[in-house]
C-alpha cells in the first residue's frame, strides 16, 4: 500500500464501512485509548484508564511487515495481504479471540520479504475488525491502530515473524501552546481538503471536529500524503507537542506546493484564454480593415522593411536583391512556409552595417601612448600600427593632391591590413588586439578558429538548407554594428583539415586584400566589403598554416620576455591586476625584485607571462589568507618568503645543467618549441659491443639522420681528434635525448649530439656553462639553423653563459635585446672544430668534474 493516505484506498475502506454499517459502529464505539503519560501526574509512567485495562495486551505478538505504509494509534486502515506467510499469519489470528497483531514498517519497501533487521523498532499494536477474501486470492482486511509499541526481541521467524513487544508510552502537554498547534494542524488540513476536491466533505468534517491533540495528529497523518521516513519519524516522536511540530511542518509544506500548482494551472489556463482571445481580437481586427480599405499586418511589415532597405545604404546588387525578395514576400501568405524564410533574410539584409563606419584616431602620439600602456616592449608590433596610422593621416592630409581616378585598373588602393601574430603563448598576443583597437577608436571583435572543421563556420550555409544562417564574419559584423572593427582571428594554426571541409580556404577570399571587397557569405548571396576591416591573426605555430594563407598575410613574430622585461610587466600589469581581483591595498603586499627573479627562475620557466601572474595570485590569495586569519597589516614578499609560500621550487636552471652535464658524454643543447625555446640535454653512454648505435628519447627522422651524421663524423675523424680509433670497434653506442615523452625533431642538435659522442670517447666533460646549436655536415661544417632569439633567450633564462652559434647566425644577433648580450658570451663556429674546442673541458680537468657528478641539485 503506498504512502499517500487519501486516494483510492481510503476511499475504498469508507465505501465499505458504509456498506456495513454495523462494522462502522463498532469502529466508532470501540472505547480504544493509547498508552500515554500526562504531564503532572505522580506516577512516572501514568495510571491506566478503564477502557485501556479492559483491553490487555500479550507480551508476544505476531509481526506483520508494512511496506510503504506507517499505521498509527486511533485510525482504521484497510490492508491488502498478498504474500503467503503473512495470509497464514491473517488467518492464525482471526482464529483467536484477541486479533492482535504487531504492525511494523520495513525500512526498505522494495523489500518483499523483510527479515527482522530490516524493520523499524517502533510499531503499532492493531486489530483485526474485518476480513474478506477476494476472488484473485488476496486478503483486504480493517485494521484499528490501537497503541504503540516497540519490538524489543524476535522468537520466531517462520512461518510468520513472532515477536516480544513492550509499551511505548507518549506523553500528551497541556496547556494553551498544544491547543493553538492542534486547531493549527486541523486548519491546514481543512485548507488542504478545499485544493483537493477528491477529499470527502465528511471526511473533513469529522478531522474539524475532534479535541485531542494526539488523536488529532494521529487521525490527520493517516490521510495526509508524506514520505515513509517522515511517517515514521512522526510515528517515534514521544512528546505529543513535538508530532504536532513535525505535523505542521509538513502540513505548511504541502499548503505550499498545492498553491504553487494552483498557480502554474491558472497562468496556463490564462495564457490559453488569452491567445484565444487575441487570435479572435485579429481576425476582427483583419476584417475591419478590409471593411475600411486599410492595410493589414503584413503590409504594415512589407512597408517597415522597404523604408529600411532605403535607408541600409546598400550597394546596387545587394539593394536589387533585396527588393526582388521583398516582393516575393508580399505574394506570400504569412501562414506559408516559405514566408518565415525570406522574412528572416530580408532582416540580416538591412541590419548588416553596410554603411556605418567608425572613424579612425589617428593621433599617433595618443595611439604610442596607448600600445605602451597596454603592453610592455613587443616594439615591432607597436612600430607596425604606427606606421599604418602614419600613412591614413597623411592619405587624409594629402587628399585633395592624390588624383580621383585609379591609374592602374585592376590593381585598387588597399586600405585594410591583414596582420599575423606568431609566438608562443602567454606573450600578449590577443590581448594585443584589443589595444590596437583601442589605440585606432575602432570597436574590436574576436573569434576563436581553434578546432573548427567546416568551411560553412567562415562562408555560412545556403538558404537551401533548414536553419541555415550567415557565417561567423557577417554575424560578428551585425553584432558590433560597423564595418571597419579590429577582427581578431584567434588561433588560426589550429584548423582542422578533414573530410568536412577545409576553413583555410574559406579564409582565403576573406584574408586577400584584392578579394575581399566582394566578400560573398553563402547566405547572403551578396558581397559584402571587407577591405576596411583590419584582421588579425594570431598562431603559435607557423608551420601549421597553408602556404597559400600564410603568403596573405604580414607575419610578425613575437618572442618571449627577457628576465628583466618580466619584472617590468609583472610591477607595471600583472601585480597590480592580482592586488585589485584579490581586494589587496597596494600598500599591504609589495615585492621587491630579487622575489621576482626567484618566482621567474624557480617557478616558471615560459617565454610569457601567464604562469607568472598565476604565481603572484598564489602569493597574493596567501597573503589575504594571513590577513584574515592572523591579522597582518602588511608583507614584504622576500625570496625567502616565496619559498615559504609556494613550497619548494620547481626548476634549478644553472644547478641543473651543472648536475646533468657533469660526467663526459652530457651535452646542452638549445631547441626551438612552439612555447618558445629550452634547453635540451644529449646524453651518450657505451656498453660492449660491436659498432652498435641506437637513439631514443621520441625523435623523429630528420634528428635521427643528424645523430647518424654526427657519429659518421666522428668516426671518420677520430685521429685528427685524438680519440681512440678502436674504440668504436668494440663498442656499441646508446645515445638518449631526455624528455621521452615529448616529440622532438629538426637538424640543429647537430652540433650538440657529436659534442657528446665526443666526450663520451675522450672522456672530457662539456663545460656546464655553455649551450649550443647547429646542423653539421659529414665534413664537420656547422650549418645556419633558425629560432635563433628563441633559444638564446632559453639559455639566459637557464643560466648559461656561454652560447655557440654558427658563424651564418651572427646576423641573428640584431634581434637578441641588449641586456641579454651583454650577459652572454657568443662563440660563432664554422666546423666542429671549433665547437669542441669551446665546448670541452681540458683533460686535466675531467676527474675533477667526475667527484661531484653524482650529487643532485635538489637533495641536500
Not at 94 to 123: H, K, W, Y
Not at 239 to 265: C, D, F, H
Not at 471 to 484: A, D, H, V
Not at 631 to 640: A, H, K, R
Request: glycine residues 6%; hydrophobic residues 40%.
Amino acid at each position: 500500500m503506498p504512502a499517500s493516505r487519501w486516494n483510492s484506498s481510503i476511499l475504498e475502506m469508507l465505501n465499505w464501512l458504509q456498506e456495513e454499517q454495523a462494522g462502522l459502529d463498532e469502529l466508532i464505539s470501540l472505547p480504544i485509548v493509547p498508552h500515554v503519560v500526562h504531564q503532572g501526574d505522580q506516577s512516572e509512567q501514568g495510571s491506566a484508564s478503564p477502557a485501556e485495562s479492559a483491553t490487555q495486551i500479550p507480551k508476544i505478538l505476531p509481526v506483520l511487515p508494512l511496506r510503504g505504509l506507517v499505521v498509527f494509534p486511533l485510525t482504521a486502515v484497510p490492508l491488502t495481504i498478498g504474500q503467503s506467510r503473512s495470509i497464514r499469519l491473517v488467518d492464525d489470528v482471526m482464529a483467536g479471540d484477541e486479533r492482535l497483531i504487531a504492525l511494523v514498517t520495513s525500512r526498505n519497501p522494495e523489500v518483499e520479504t523483510p527479515t527482522p533487521q530490516e524493520l523499524f523498532t517502533i510499531g503499532t499494536v492493531a486489530m483485526v475488525h474485518r476480513m474478506f477474501r477476494a476472488p484473485d486470492g488476496t486478503i483486504r482486511l480493517v485494521v484499528q491502530g490501537l497503541l504503540r509499541c516497540r519490538l524489543v526481541n524476535f522468537i520466531q521467524e517462520e512461518p510468520y515473524l513472532k515477536a516480544e513487544i513492550a509499551d511505548a508510552p507518549e506523553t500528551v502537554e497541556n496547556g494553551l501552546e498544544l491547543e493553538a498547534m492542534a486547531r493549527n494542524a486541523r486548519d491546514q488540513f481543512e485548507h488542504i481538503a478545499d485544493m483537493i476536491p477528491s477529499i470527502p466533505r465528511e471526511l473533513v468534517a469529522s478531522v474539524v471536529s475532534i479535541e485531542e491533540a494526539l488523536q488529532t495528529v494521529y487521525t490527520i497523518a493517516n490521510f495526509q500524503r508524506m514520505d515513509l521516513e517522515e511517517a515514521q519519524a512522526l510515528l517515534e516522536e514521544d512528546s505529543t507537542s513535538a508530532k504536532l511540530l513535525r505535523l505542521v511542518g509538513i502540513l505548511t509544506r504541502e499548503v505550499e506546493v498545492l498553491e504553487m500548482g494552483q498557480k502554474i494551472q491558472n497562468e496556463a489556463r490564462s495564457e490559453i484564454d488569452k491567445v484565444q482571445r487575441e487570435y479572435y481580437l485579429r481576425e476582427q481586427l483583419k476584417a475591419i480593415q478590409r471593411e475600411l480599405g486599410e492595410g493589414d499586418e503584413q503590409a504594415a511589415e512589407i512597408e517597415e522593411f522597404r523604408q529600411k532597405i532605403e535607408g541600409a545604404g546598400m550597394p546596387e546588387e545587394a539593394e536589387k536583391q533585396a527588393r526582388r525578395e521583398l516582393d516575393r514576400l508580399r505574394r506570400l501568405p504569412t501562414a506559408a512556409a516559405e514566408y518565415g524564410v525570406i522574412r528572416t533574410y530580408l532582416d540580416w539584409l538591412v541590419t548588416l552595417p553596410w554603411s556605418q563606419i567608425t572613424q579612425d584616431n589617428l593621433d599617433i602620439a595618443n595611439a604610442r601612448q596607448v600600445l605602451d600602456q597596454d603592453h610592455f616592449g613587443l616594439k615591432d608590433v607597436k612600430e607596425r600600427i604606427l606606421e599604418y596610422l602614419a600613412v591614413r593621416q597623411l592619405r587624409r592630409e594629402r587628399k585633395d593632391e592624390l588624383p580621383e581616378d585609379q591609374p592602374d585598373a585592376i590593381r585598387r588602393v588597399r586600405e585594410g591590413v591583414i596582420l599575423c601574430f606568431i609566438g608562443p603563448p602567454g606573450v600578449g598576443k590577443t590581448s594585443l588586439g584589443r589595444s590596437i583597437a583601442r589605440a585606432l577608436g575602432r570597436k574590436f571583435v574576436r573569434i576563436s578558429l581553434g578546432g573548427m572543421r567546416d568551411e560553412a563556420e567562415i562562408r555560412g550555409h545556403r538558404r537551401t538548407y533548414i536553419g541555415a544562417m550567415p557565417g561567423r564574419i557577417i554575424q560578428s559584423l551585425r553584432r558590433i554594428e560597423t564595418r571597419n572593427p579590429v577582427f581578431m582571428l584567434d588561433e588560426v594554426d589550429k584548423l582542422v583539415f578533414d573530410f568536412h571541409g577545409d576553413p583555410a580556404s574559406a579564409l582565403l577570399e576573406v584574408l586577400d586584400p584584392e578579394q575581399n571587397v566582394e566578400f560573398r557569405d553563402h547566405y547572403m548571396e551578396v558581397p559584402f566589403d571587407l577591405s576596411q576591416v583590419m584582421f588579425i591573426t594570431t598562431a603559435n605555430l607557423l608551420e601549421p598554416i597553408p602556404e597559400p594563407l600564410r603568403d596573405r598575410m604580414e607575419i610578425i613574430t613575437l618572442s618571449g620576455y627577457t628576465e628583466n622585461e618580466k619584472i617590468a610587466i609583472a610591477r607595471g600589469y600583472l601585480i597590480p591586476r592580482q592586488l585589485r581581483e584579490n581586494g589587496l591595498r597596494p600598500t599591504e603586499v609589495t615585492f621587491s625584485d630579487a622575489a621576482l627573479e626567484k618566482l621567474i627562475r624557480s617557478y616558471t620557466r615560459e617565454a610569457g607571462v601567464r604562469n607568472l601572474e598565476r604565481e603572484i595570485g598564489s602569493v597574493c590569495r596567501k597573503v589575504v589568507t594571513m590577513i584574515a586569519e592572523a591579522g597582518v597589516d602588511s608583507l614584504e614578499v622576500t625570496p625567502e618568503k616565496i619559498q615559504e609560500l609556494l613550497g619548494r621550487p620547481h626548476y634549478f636552471s644553472d644547478e641543473e645543467i651543472a648536475w646533468r652535464t657533469s660526467i663526459p658524454g652530457v651535452a646542452t643543447g638549445l631547441a626551438w618549441t612552439p612555447f618558445g625555446g629550452d634547453v635540451l640535454f644529449i646524453e651518450a653512454t657505451r656498453m660492449p659491443g660491436n659498432k652498435g648505435f641506437q637513439i631514443t628519447g621520441s625523435i623523429g627522422n630528420v634528428m635521427q639522420e643528424s645523430a647518424h651524421a654526427a657519429l659518421s663524423f666522428v668516426r671518420s675523424k677520430a685521429s685528427n681528434l685524438g680519440l681512440d680509433g678502436g674504440f668504436f670497434d668494440q663498442s656499441d653506442i646508446h645515445l638518449h635525448i631526455p624528455a621521452g615523452a615529448t616529440p622532438k625533431d629538426g637538424p640543429s642538435a647537430g652540433v650538440a649530439i657529436a659534442t657528446a659522442l665526443v666526450s663520451l670517447v675522450s672522456g672530457r666533460p662539456v663545460r656546464r656553462e655553455v649551450g649550443m646549436t647547429g646542423e653539421i655536415t659529414l665534413r664537420g661544417q656547422v650549418l645556419p639553423v633558425g629560432g635563433i632569439k628563441e633559444k638564446v633567450l632559453a639559455a639566459h633564462r637557464s643560466g648559461l653563459k656561454s652560447v655557440i652559434l654558427p658563424s651564418y647566425n651572427e646576423a641573428d644577433l640584431e634581434d637578441i635585446p641588449d641586456e641579454v648580450r651583454k650577459e652572454i658570451q657568443f662563440v660563432f663556429a664554422e666546423t666542429v672544430d671549433d665547437v669542441l674546442k669551446a665546448a670541452l673541458e681540458p683533460a686535466g680537468q675531467a676527474a675533477a668534474q667526475d667527484q661531484n657528478s653524482n650529487h643532485h641539485p635538489g637533495s641536500p
